[in-house]
């Protein structure tokens, strides 16, 4: 067995709470690990305008805002200038949507609409007709309704309180889809196709085995990412029983050891495939604390001399005894914790030591810093 000793000396840091993941690889069903290919939502996008705000609308120095307001009073027979408008209980608005898979013309879905202005609060405000587009350019819904925002904002004689976001709201329900987005779950050739959600070659052979364990050698792995099955004649007519016969068959996925570090909160999270070869570890801590203080220097009586203000500076360097400890060859992620625990190690002394461990060769994972 391979033998590393490393000497490595940290700073101490604030002591953080570090969340670990411990849990082993547990068995799921193949639904939450992968997906029918061709089965997506669709992003619809729209422009219009939300109207009854009191007073919290866009300011009269938006152009758009006021060109908006005259182009939709024009289509209802009315001409003015966007000069002549001066109201500020209209905002212009962007609307967003997640068209579903399989939903038909005349159902329902939310939207999310959202200030592109200056204005101040959405609060009670109608979203006007608005029609929402796809990357295509054609419309698949229309939007109407009120605005709830969840929140609030006001403000009086210099003061002011907001709770949540005010200048963004939600319409529940209030777009009506007015084209289907048509899908298709089988293939030409009579097979459809699991898309993984993490590519990875182990659980692509699992599902494959799973599969064909079940119903015979109907599936094929053309990728870690990607299964094939071929539809059985006795579900010609109920692929949809046959794609639910599928999802609740149960695999154990493979995940590769992986660390996740975000330096900047002091958070580690570990998978459960964490290995490490032996290595020694010190830990110790360095503190530095610089003093300044101010002298006054004040010349004798009559002497004709002048006060003099001078500044101290004195430095002082403090190092605590390392503690050593030798963590041996594991292949539990839970022994590494209870280990660095063990010496004294903060979050911000975990992390420097990871990233040592991964530099020496000594640690057996990818090691992932966000």
Do not use: W
């Amino acid at each position: 067995m391979r033998r590393l000793i490393i000497m490595i000396t940290i700073l101490s840091c604030a002591m953080a709470i570090v969340p670990t993941a411990l849990a082993a690889s547990s068995i799921t069903r193949i639904k939450d690990v992968a997906k029918v290919q061709g089965v997506r939502a669709n992003q619809l996008v729209g422009y219009g305008l939300v109207t009854g705000l009191a007073g919290t609308g866009d300011s009269n120095t938006l152009v758009q805002t006021r060109q908006s307001i005259a182009n939709m009073l024009k289509s209802f027979g009315l001409t003015v200038t966007d000069s002549q408008l001066k109201s500020k209980n209209v905002a212009a608005v962007m609307v967003t949507a997640q068209l579903p898979a399989f939903v038909k013309p005349g159902d329902t879905i939310d939207m999310t609409v959202s200030s592109m202005g200056d204005a101040k609060s959405l609060q009670g405000g109608i979203l006007l007709q608005t029609p929402l587009k796809a990357a295509n350019g054609q419309v698949y819904a229309v939007g109407q309704g009120p605005v709830s925002t969840g929140g609030f904002s006001a403000s009086g004689g210099g003061s002011s309180l907001q709770k949540n976001f005010p200048t963004t709201g939600t319409t529940p329900n209030g777009a009506i889809v007015e084209r289907e987005v048509p899908t298709q779950l089988i293939s030409p050739s009579g097979s459809i196709t699991l898309a993984l959600s993490q590519p990875d070659f182990t659980t692509a052979a699992r599902i494959g085995d799973a599969i064909n364990n079940r119903f015979g050698n109907i599936s094929t792995t053309r990728d870690p990412g990607t299964v094939v099955v071929s539809v059985p004649s006795t579900y010609d007519n109920d692929v949809v029983g046959f794609v639910a016969s599928i999802e609740e068959l149960y695999i154990n996925p493979d995940t590769i050891a992986k660390i996740i570090i975000n330096e900047r909160t002091g958070t580690i999270v570990m998978g459960s495939n964490v290995t490490i070869d032996e290595v020694a570890v010190a830990q110790g801590g360095l503190s530095i604390r610089i003093d300044r203080t101010t002298d006054v220097s004040q010349p004798p009586p009559f002497s004709g001399g002048s006060t003099v203000v001078t500044n101290n500076t004195s430095v002082d360097v403090k190092e605590d005894k390392a503690n050593v400890m030798v963590l041996p060859s594991t292949a539990s992620v839970g022994d590494v914790v209870n280990a660095l625990n063990a010496i004294g190690a903060t979050p911000r002394d975990i992390i420097s030591i990871l990233q040592a461990m991964k530099a020496a060769g000594a640690l057996h994972a990818d090691l992932q810093i966000i």
